[in-house]
């Protein structure tokens, strides 16, 4: 079955002949070196997926399952990710200003070094998470208040 991802325009990414799963379709990418900045990945399940320094710039994670998932290092500058399944993720050193974390479940995620700058954090759940070292500048935390201390020594995220 032919696993394909599209940009949010509709135009073709990537694709494999061989991928069964989106999951496998991205650790090919990974692999390959492709770019998929823009990548229209909504309600994708990339759930367990090992997708290290993925680049996803500007992708659409809207309500995406990347629970389990490892992407340390990725980057996902500017990704929608809001009501997005991130719980026990591995997003060590991921690269994330501006992302929107809406809504986002991040129970248990173990991120520390993580680059938040100017993220919306709103509403997202970090319980049980490890946010050590993480860079929240500008970043709206949970509770809508938009965090002015630059480079905190963030310990742990909760509402």
């Given at each position: 079955?032919k ?5 949010v325009?509709?135009?073709?990414l ?8 989106m ?7 990974v ?5 998929l900045a823009?990548a229209?990945?909504r309600?994708a399940?990339?759930s367990g997926?090992?997708?290290r320094?993925?680049v996803?710039?500007e992708?659409?994670l ?5 629970s389990?998932t490892?992407l340390?290092g990725?980057a996902l ?6 009501g997005a399944?991130?719980?026990?993720s ?8 501006g992302a929107?974390?809406t809504?986002a479940?991040?129970q248990?995620?173990?991120m520390p ?13 970090f319980a049980?998470?490890?946010t050590t070292?993480a860079?929240?500048?500008k970043?709206t ?6 965090n002015e201390v630059?480079?905190?020594?963030v310990?742990g995220?909760?509402?």
């Amino acid at each position: 079955m032919k696993q394909i991802v599209n940009h949010v325009d509709n135009a073709v990414l990537y694709s494999s002949e061989t991928a069964q799963t989106m999951s496998e379709l991205l650790v090919g990418a990974v692999r390959d070196g492709i770019d998929l900045a823009h990548a229209d990945l909504r309600k994708a399940d990339l759930s367990g997926a090992k997708l290290r320094g993925i680049v996803l710039f500007e992708a659409d994670l809207t309500e995406a399952d990347l629970s389990k998932t490892d992407l340390a290092g990725a980057a996902l500058a500017y990704a929608n990710l809001t009501g997005a399944k991130l719980e026990k993720s591995m997003l060590t050193g991921a690269y994330m200003p501006g992302a929107n974390l809406t809504n986002a479940n991040l129970q248990g995620a173990y991120m520390p070094g993580a680059d938040l700058r100017e993220a919306n954090l709103t509403g997202a759940n970090f319980a049980d998470s490890d946010t050590t070292g993480a860079r929240l500048y500008k970043a709206t935390l949970p509770n809508g208040v938009v965090n002015e201390v630059k480079d905190p020594l963030v310990r742990g995220l909760h509402q």
